[in-house]
Structures are given as C-alpha cells and as structure tokens.
T-cell receptor, first 115, second 112 residues
C-alpha cells in the first residue's frame, strides 16, 4: 500500500527481553518519527529522523531505547531489557521534507505488551 | 507539564448537529496546530491544520479556530455524521522543530 507500514502489529514478550519494531515510511518521505501512546494518554514523541542529519533523540525515555534508519528509508526501534511500563502502542509517522510545514502521516502502530 | 490539553475526555452529539472539540495550550512557541482523528486499532489520520498567524481554517465540514490571546483552539464539525465517531487529538508544533506535542484526546460519539 501507499501508507506507512509497521510490523509486527502486535507483540507480546516477557519482561527483560529485547524487542525490535519496524517502520516502512511512505515512499519519498524524508522525515520519520516515532511516538508511543500509553493507555489513556496522548501520543508521546520519541525520536525524529530527517534525511542524513543527526536524529533528534530528545524524547527517548531511557538508554534502553534506540532507533536507526538505514538508507534513509526503513527504521527500527529497539527496546532492550523490556519493562512492564514499556507496554504501549508504538506509532511511526513520516512526512515530506520538514522545510515549511508538512503534516505527519501515521502507520497503524505496534501494540507492545510486556508480561 | 502538559503543554497541550484536551479537558473533555468525551463528547456526545446528535447526527446533523455541530460538534465542537476544544484544546488549550501553554507554549507560546507553537507555530502550527493540527487535528488528528483516530479509529480503534488504526493510526491517527491527519484532518486539518492551522498556522499561528491565522485565526480560522476551513476544509469541507471541518473548521479550526485559533484564539492566540486565550491560547485556545477548537475544531467544529458541521454537520456531524455517525462516521465521525472517533478519538480526536489536538497537536502542536514548536517553531523550528518538527516533533508534535499531543493532547490526550476527546472521544466523539455521534448518535443517530
């Protein structure tokens, strides 16, 4: 499809395990964002990639969280040694170049449950 | 410190009537405001935006109003339809950056 694609759609794992979440942005979109939504909360910014620039990691909650974007396209968000408070829906968005204003377009998210 | 607030967690409106969703913010550096609509198990869908230099933007049944002095914006949906039933998120962007700050959402239910 033409939209932002995320996988897996659901992930259940045990506390302490590492998880990897994948995002495939809309073709031609140079900006990519990760957010998470905990139960009853709004979306919380995690990290932002724009082209070849250094990513804005200011929203990552701890050093257990990391993300990379290979070849300016697909991105992977990794959570190491997962904790129960990491349970949330992780949403990826992409947009055209951030020059001026461009709305972000979201994928359907990965629902992560930590047992 | 919640910079974008949606104080009504839910709103119920009859089909055909106007829905008004409200949002308040505290950060004077926000230069764009957006509304997103979200259905269960789907990602948010962009609806409409407004620049901080404007006070109104209209797109079909959706109009966003911005009152900078009150740090308040609202989304009007006229006429409301059952398919509009969803969670609506207000979001804002601070000038020069691209991350969005979101409110906690308002669940709109449009009843027949």
């Amino acid at each position: 499809g033409a939209g932002v694609s995320q996988s897996p759609s659901n992930k259940v794992t045990e506390k302490g395990k590492d998880v990897e979440l994948r995002c495939d942005p809309i073709s031609g979109h140079t900006a990519l964002y990760w957010y998470r939504q905990s139960l009853g909360q709004g979306l919380e910014f995690l990290i932002y990639f724009q082209g070849n620039s250094a990513p804005d990691k200011s929203g990552l909650p701890s050093d257990r969280f990391s993300a990379e974007r290979t070849g300016g396209s697909v991105s992977t968000l990794t959570i190491q040694r997962t904790q129960q408070e990491d349970s949330a829906v992780y949403l990826c968005a992409s947009s055209l170049s951030s020059g001026g204003f461009q709305p972000q377009h979201f994928g359907d998210g990965t629902r992560l449950s930590i047992l | 410190d919640q910079q974008v607030k949606q104080n009504s967690p839910s709103l119920s409106v009859q089909e055909g009537r106007i829905s008004i969703l409200n949002c308040d913010y505290t950060n004077s550096m926000f230069d764009y405001f957006l509304w997103y609509k979200k259905y269960p198990a789907e990602g948010p869908t962009f609806l409409i935006s407004i620049s901080s230099i404007k006070d109104k933007n209209e797109d079909g049944r959706f109009t966003v109003f911005l009152n900078k002095s009150a740090k308040h914006l609202s989304l009007h949906i006229v006429p409301s339809q059952p398919g509009d039933s969803a969670v609506y998120f207000c979001a804002a962007r601070a000038g020069g950056g691209n991350k969005l700050t979101f409110g906690t959402g308002t669940q709109l239910k449009v009843e027949l």
